[in-house]
């Protein structure tokens, strides 16, 4: 497991867990997209595209596919509803599958667990 994690006592908080087989890459991925490219199999992000912007939003996304050995994984808010305070954004789904359709002919998309939250993945 490799986490990025761009905020100090969070990653302090993983480290004191002292799992095996992990690495804490301290670092902002937003403003260094290269810290991405940790050879990993798997870009997840849980949450931490929400107070992105459209176009920050899916830079990202096209980063970190380009970074993943396998799949690239991520949840985003998918209506207003849950997306009302001002600093978060939130994304049509056929806008965001048809983004991904562009980078992976085998995409999925799971919107049924909760109102305005939705799960995306495309594999390579």
Request: charged share 25%; proline share 2%; net charge negative.
């Amino acid at each position: 497991y490799v986490g990025i994690e761009g905020v100090e006592a969070f990653a302090q908080a993983a480290e004191r867990k002292q799992h095996r087989n992990y690495t804490i890459v301290r670092g902002d991925f937003l403003r260094d997209p290269k810290r991405l490219f940790v050879g990993a199999d798997a870009a997840v992000y849980c949450g931490s595209l929400n107070t992105l912007s459209v176009e920050e939003f899916y830079q990202t996304l096209r980063r970190a596919f380009d970074a993943a050995a396998e799949a690239l994984v991520f949840n985003f808010l998918s209506s207003p509803k849950l997306a009302a305070a001002k600093y978060l954004t939130w994304h049509e789904p056929a806008d965001v599958m048809s983004f991904l359709r562009s980078l992976s002919s085998r995409c999925e998309q799971l919107s049924d667990y909760h109102d305005g939250d939705c799960t995306a993945i495309a594999w390579k």
